[in-house]
DNA sequence: TATTGAACCTGTTCG
DNA sequence: TCGAACAGGTTCAAT
């Protein structure tokens, strides 16, 4: 619920005023410290089939091909579908691991086992909006990760509000500033990715599993309970 | 009428089922007038279940097991169904192929994909006949192909019309006159099978795949627009 | 048995 | 206008 004049409406506002080269710190003075490339890949309306029985999500053909690994459409060994596990960190950093593999009798990839789940979880509903997002620590071989967001249809705030189908988005350059609040401080960067640095926290202990946790958690913003 | 573009489809697609043989005697300026072994299977009123939404055809299990290839009624893979594509000609040498299968959950024998393509094209309706045939050249160790047949009920020739249901009929040694026409000629055979004998036509050019369509259509008949 | 999941199918729609 | 994409279905198996 952002509030007219609060200080994310500003955050807004000004990263809207950006160039395309945005990019957001979380103003780190420590070297060491891990900046995180993060890139909101696209949005889609949830339709009725999507949270119903079908269990499944379609993922649009064009956003999958351009951001999600390759899963083959052909049949190598017949029979034998090609499938893979992505797993996304949600705005709490729970993981939700869904199985991906494209359907050749509908044409299209999909989300299948683990989808309804979170469906349940999430308490989605058609015309819902999901956001996924890349994020990639930029300090090493760091695997990339990636996230998942939800919005409720009926945030009047969020997009005007009521907004019906057809709202499939590629994100492209453009920053999801909802999700990019608190910690976060917005600084240029040369690349057209939103790199956010986390800033480090004087208790912050050497990098684990878990620390990375808490960092992405400040990466989605101060809504942790 | 043939669709431009479709054509060396069919075509080719009627070769490959028709093999060598039957091209050979059809086209061929010789002697070798190839015999057309033509056996009508059964018939089947269809159904409101077989024409409306379910998309499939309930083939009744004694047809199914004496006529069609066999398709396994276990599942010898678990979580394979066992099912086969069988392609039939229509009266106008178009292939339409149905997947056939078992249903275990209501036991019976379906036709699945593509037959509510040809329910759409041919325009059935409930209580409409379909007859199934098969058809073997003799001359040669070429491939079986299957045709198919439609009438309507209401057709008052075809069989007294307004026959309600239970009208489908295990052709046996029956044959189907209205089927049996123009340029073919019946002759007696010595098993129960019926044998078609194509009559050799005199301007018959060397063999050119139209050629072979030409008399394909033959088979059937005269009504060919 | 009910739920989930995998795969298959089709009509509609839209670029 | 026609094919690709996909929304909304199905069957059938595993659990």
Do not use: H
Request: with cysteine.
């Amino acid at each position: 619920m952002l509030k007219d004049g609060s200080y994310q409406t500003k955050l807004y506002e000004f990263a809207n005023s950006c160039s395309p080269g945005l990019s957001l710190s979380l103003g780190s003075a420590a070297a060491m410290d891990g900046d995180v490339k993060y890139q909101q890949l696209f949005r889609k309306a949830l339709t009725p089939s999507d949270v119903e029985k079908l269990n499944r999500l379609v993922i649009p053909k064009r956003f999958a091909e351009k951001y999600f690994p390759e899963v083959s459409k052909e049949e190598k060994v017949p029979g034998l579908i090609d499938a893979i596990q992505l797993s996304f960190f949600d705005r709490e950093m729970e993981s939700w691991n869904f199985r991906y593999c494209y359907w050749r009798s509908s044409q299209s990839y999909v989300f299948t086992k683990g989808w309804i789940r979170f469906v349940k979880e999430k308490k989605l509903k058609a015309t819902d909006v999901v956001t996924f997002y890349k994020c990639e620590c930029q300090n090493g071989a760091q695997k990339a990760f990636y996230m998942i967001d939800v919005a409720s249809s009926v945030a009047p705030e969020s997009n005007g509000g009521g907004f019906a189908g057809g709202f499939d988005t590629d994100a492209g350059n453009r920053l999801d500033l909802q999700l990019c609040l608190g910690q976060i401080t917005v600084t240029e960067s040369g690349s057209s990715d939103r790199t956010i640095k986390l800033r480090q926290q004087k208790e912050v202990a050497p990098p684990q599993p878990e620390e990375v946790q808490k960092k992405a958690v400040r990466l989605f913003g101060v809504n942790i309970s």
